[in-house]
């Protein structure tokens, strides 16, 4: 196995491993019990209520999840891998409002989607793969209100979007490219209530904002870069319900927070960086409603929480690690 720590440079190079694991018994997310008993009925209500941490793991060739409120060596809550999965070196995840999880898998060159509560060695409901998609380099994944679906493609520098639902071997219905577009090495991508498009350029330090529906050359409504902002290395980009941009810096170990207006050379709202954080080449981040961040880190396999505001040199609320966890190297993260 490939050292972690030098994993999502050598995804972005295209030099990659592939590995996988079986499939595990584990309780689906949300899963109602079969028992009639009171304490039974009671428990599939509150699991009803649980949200749950996705997470890509480009080691395990898997998607692995855990309750938001999960903490130390715990075992995953579901485990999606084996060879009718068709996981290889999936890097993103995007959870969609319906429950069905997407996929990018940097081996196969697809966009997999799975049922909602999918568990075990299950095949895709449908694959976004072949010759006329385009894919070459898939790394994130995300949806706009309509449903059509995002794909940045690392080493074309450029984003794919595909009509809602599509399947197969289909040609993306819009594609962003072109030396205006300010698109380097695009990889953690994610939308706004506007639908406009933020990304994560990992070759030129940036991260770039695009008008909703943008296409071909199109240059970005707004371009955080320079040294003030602190981005280096950018893999994932978030937000929270106030549309505030979170961004994970690979080889700083540091988050960002930027206000939804920033551009140029824009100061950060708050970073969070130091040796007390567990920060440890941060691959991917999500925020919750409650404005709590989850981050995975490739290079000690690791998923962390920061509470709602935190800032500086602060220790992680929980984290998700140890042998129990089956976490090898967690790129992409989601929460739903």
Not at 281 to 296: L, R
Request: glycine fraction near 12%; charge should be neutral; include cysteine.
């Amino acid at each position: 196995m490939r050292d972690s720590r030098a994993v999502l440079s050598l995804v972005l190079s295209s030099v990659f491993v592939i590995a996988g694991c079986g499939a595990k018994s584990v309780v689906p997310p949300n899963g109602q019990s079969a028992s009639p008993s009171t304490a039974h009925s009671t428990r599939a209500q509150i699991d009803a209520l649980t949200k749950f941490i996705y997470i890509a793991d480009a080691g395990a060739g898997a998607i692995v999840t855990f309750p938001t409120h999960a903490n130390g060596n715990v075992a995953p809550t579901t485990e999606i891998s084996g060879t009718n999965s068709g996981i290889a070196f999936p890097t993103g995840v995007f959870v969609a409002p319906n429950g069905e999880i997407y996929l990018t898998c940097v081996a196969t060159k697809s966009v997999n989607v799975y049922a909602a509560g999918a568990n075990g060695n299950v095949a895709p409901v449908r694959e976004i793969v072949g010759n006329n998609t385009g894919i070459a380099f898939p790394i994130g994944v995300a949806l706009d209100s309509n449903g059509d679906i995002y794909v940045s493609n690392g080493k074309a520098d450029d984003i794919l979007v595909y009509a809602a639902n599509a399947t197969g071997n289909v040609a993306p219905i819009r594609r962003l490219h072109g030396a205006a577009t300010g698109l380097q090495g695009p990889a953690g991508v994610v939308l706004n209530s506007s639908d406009e498009l933020i990304v994560a350029n990992v070759k030129s330090n940036s991260v770039t904002i695009y008008a909703a529906g943008a296409n071909g050359n199109k240059p970005p409504l707004a371009t955080i870069t320079g040294p003030a902002t602190g981005i280096l290395k950018p893999a994932a980009v978030a937000l929270n319900a106030a549309g505030d941009i979170f961004e994970t810096n690979e080889t700083a170990n540091t988050l960002g927070e930027f206000k939804p207006t920033a551009n140029n050379n824009a100061i950060p709202l708050r970073t969070i960086n130091g040796t007390n954080t567990g920060l440890n080449q941060p691959a991917g981040i999500a925020v919750d409603a409650k404005g709590v961040i989850y981050v995975s880190n490739i290079g000690n396999n690791t998923i962390v929480t920061y509470a709602r505001g935190a800032s500086g040199n602060a220790a992680p609320a929980t984290t998700i690690a140890g042998s129990l966890t089956q976490v090898v190297t967690p790129f992409g993260i989601a929460i739903h």
